[in-house]
C-alpha cells in the first residue's frame, strides 16, 4: 500500500471515517433522548415549584382554590381540595400530566 504524504493509508482513512460515522449514528439518537428526558424533567421541576408555591400562598389552607398560571407556553393547573377522606388534596396538572400530593 502506497502511504500519502501524511503517512496514512486510503485504508485508515476509510476505516476512521466508518469510526465517525458509526459514533454518530448512534450516539446522535442518545443524546436526543437525553434532551427530551431533560426537557421533561425540567416542566415537571417547574410544576412541583408551581405547587409548593401555591400551597405556601393559601397556608393554613381553609378553603378550596384553583389557579392557572402559563410558564412558558406551558398550562398549569394549580388546585387545592378536600377528597373524600376530609383530608387536603393539592394537584398540579399540565399537558397530559397530573400530580396530586395528600
Not at 458509526?22 to 446522535?28: V, Y
Not at 409548593?52 to 398549569?76: A, D, L
Request: aromatic share 14%; hydrophobic share 40%.
Amino acid at each position: 500500500m502506497r502511504r500519502n504524504e501524511d503517512g496514512f493509508t486510503v485504508v485508515e482513512g476509510l476505516l476512521s471515517f466508518a469510526v465517525a460515522i458509526f459514533i454518530c449514528a448512534f450516539l446522535f439518537p442518545l443524546l436526543f433522548k437525553m434532551l427530551f428526558h431533560l426537557y421533561d424533567g425540567k416542566r415537571e421541576m417547574i410544576a412541583n415549584r408551581l405547587l409548593y408555591e401555591h400551597i405556601e400562598q393559601h397556608f393554613p389552607i381553609e378553603n378550596s382554590s384553583k389557579e392557572i398560571r402559563v410558564i412558558r407556553n406551558v398550562e398549569y393547573e394549580l388546585t387545592i381540595e378536600r377528597n373524600g377522606d376530609d383530608f387536603w388534596k393539592a394537584c398540579v396538572k399540565y399537558d397530559e400530566h397530573q400530580k396530586c400530593y395528600e
